[in-house]
């Protein structure tokens, strides 16, 4: 029994991430933990973490190291680290911060409620690392943490062997879900008035490979179409090499599909690229650029771009901006190359020093705040569709404005009349008044606003929960028991 204690879910990295803290909510609420509200410490507080970039660890050790002292002052306090850098550390968690309680990895979400038990009853650290995924994600509870955008995973893990990455590793081999559980979960969305749906996964349009249909992605795209209530569709991550026309024509066929494309780069150095093992070059990532403005001339397009890869030179890095200034990004995730401990290229000689790496840095950042200024610029005096949502807009507030996001991604902060009665989940057409590098202006009155049904969830103070979609992967025979309730 929990007594009804109270949890807090803090979460490192990507929408990955943030989605398996929906998950780890969601099995907790099933276990009867209750969501901490207020400044009040809660009884157990679980960091879901990512080991991408090389300060990872050192944010949560320093994380836990400030939350040591208020666990010693709260007899019965629990602390579990889960994600990706709980699977890479495992044991080596604890020996660092042995106030800890439990450890637990990717693959073994599902067994939260019962280590914190376990560690509960026997006084003693629980660490369970798995080394493959023993059910689909999706199986289990998920409470959202928005009425009107939710995330849904079409596939696990990675094939590719990216120098760089460590996630494969920690995430494991790509395990793809049936397009009728995928459906399922976003029909079940839709039906609690959820209006923008993304589809997630590591490596999105390679999605199909495990049951053998290079075109499943595209298809999936098309039949998000046919779900009633349902407007937006969004999806990330893509991978330049799987990428195919037959996507394009369905994002640009598919009305409810947002014309809005997340597409890495990485470098615009073939040599690089080689490097990295990334199975592309810039003549062909920027063809798929051209076809999908083609298709789409209004499509937002952003990217990840490393700086500093190991062996990068002045003329690699001028590749890269020239590929840059080429596809017209509207925005871009960059990142300062770090070692990742356990992928090839921490181990690759040639490191690019601090001082060069911070010096190109900041000449790609104000090469993309140029061109992405300038991008946004083009849609002065445009009339746009906004999602109004919470959180988006720091400084809404002080301001008077409301934020959403346009139907191409676009960050817009928008005029409202008080009286008017606009909650996050509504729908808003606006004019765009002023233009900056990453957000746009709507200071006028109001085109139109529709309320929702996501609206009303919001205002209504409703949650969405879902419940464990089953037979997420592909098996043969019966199906295996499912796990029980730990009510």
Known sequence: MTDNRTFRVITYGCQMNAHDSERISGLLEEAGYVSATGDG??????????????NADNRLYGNLGHLRPTKLAHPGMQIAVGGCLAQKDRGEIVKKAPWVDVVFGTHNIGSL?????????????????????EVFPSTLPTRRESTYAGWVSISVGCNNTCTFCIVPALRGKEKDRRPGDILAEVRALAAEG??????????????????????AFGKLLR??????????????????????????????????VCHSLHMPL?????????AMRRSYRAEKYLGIIDKVRAAMPDAAITTDIIVGFPG?????????LEVVRAARYSSAFTFQYSKRPGTPAATMDEQVPKPVVQERYERLIATLEEISWAENKRLVGSTLEVLAAVGEGRKDTATGRLSGRARDGRLVHFAADPDAGIRPGDIVHTTVTY????????????????????????????????????????????????PASHC
């Not at 410490?41 to 090389?54: G, I, K, L, S």
């Not at 779900?227 to 990428?243: M, Y």
């Open 435 to 482: 233009a900056a590098p990453h957000h746009l202006n709507a200071d006028g009155p109001l085109v139109a606003h529709r309320r929702t049904r996501a609206g009303d969830a919001w205002e209504a103070g409703r949650v969405t929960r879902t419940p464990g979609v089953s037979l997420g992967m592909p098996s043969i025979g019966s199906p295996p028991p499912q």
């Open 194 to 215: 959820v209006l923008e749906v993304t589809l997630l996964g590591q490596n999105v349009n390679s999605y199909g490979v495990e049951f053998g249909d290079r075109y």
């Open 312 to 320: 990068e030179t002045d003329a690699d890095f001028e590749q890269t």
């Open 41 to 54: 410490e809660p009884d157990v507080v679980v960091f879901n973490t990512c080991a991408v970039r090389e």
């Open 223 to 256: 039949a998000c179409g046919e779900i009633d209530g349902l407007e937006r569709v969004r999806f990330t991550s893509p991978h330049p090499k799987d990428f195919t026309d037959d996507v394009i024509a369905a994002m640009a066929e598919t009305p409810n």
């Open 113 to 133: 409620p019962v280590l914190l038990e376990r560690a509960r009853h026997n006084a003693a650290a629980e660490v369970e690392i798995l080394e493959s995924l």
């Open 266 to 274: 990485q470098s615009g150095s073939d040599a690089v690229l080689r």
